[in-house]
Nanobody, 121 residues
Framework: QVQLVESGGGLVQPGGSLRLSCAAS????????MRWYRQAAGKQREWVAS???????NYADSVKGRFTISRDNAKNTVYLQMTSLKPEDTAVYYC???????????????WGQGTQVTVSS
């Protein structure tokens, strides 16, 4: 079974920094694009950042210049380095990945359990 496990969430003050991690485990043949989403209370889930297997990254306008997505292919892990955090960044952050399970002929999409990030003074 494939699983995405997130960590690194917590409470930070405005202007602070936080790094989120998401490790994929299980019988995985390869991982294509990995993404971060977030969902604030009472709001729709939104895409935050993505990174391809080759390391190409893209960001939502709301986080561009403040967040950095990266990955360690050897560890099947994606990171989200968040700086200059704002109260508007408060949300549950979810890891998402397109991957090919080792014993499957079909690519599949997986979600992590989510980790809470709260930005408040």
């Amino acid at each position: 079974q494939v699983q995405l496990v997130e960590s690194g969430g917590g409470l930070v003050q405005p202007g602070g920094s936080l790094r989120l991690s998401c490790a994929a485990s299980g019988s995985i043949f390869s991982i294509a694009t990995m993404r971060w989403y977030r969902q604030a209370a009472g709001k729709q889930r939104e895409w935050v950042a993505s990174i391809t297997s080759g390391g190409r990254s893209n960001y939502a306008d709301s986080v561009k210049g403040r967040f950095t997505i990266s990955r360690d292919n050897a560890k099947n892990t994606v990171y989200l380095q968040m700086t200059s955090l704002k109260p508007e960044d408060t949300a549950v952050y979810y890891c998402n990945a397109d991957l090919l399970p080792r014993y499957s002929n079909y690519a599949q999409n997986y979600w992590g359990q989510g980790t809470q990030v709260t930005v408040s003074s």
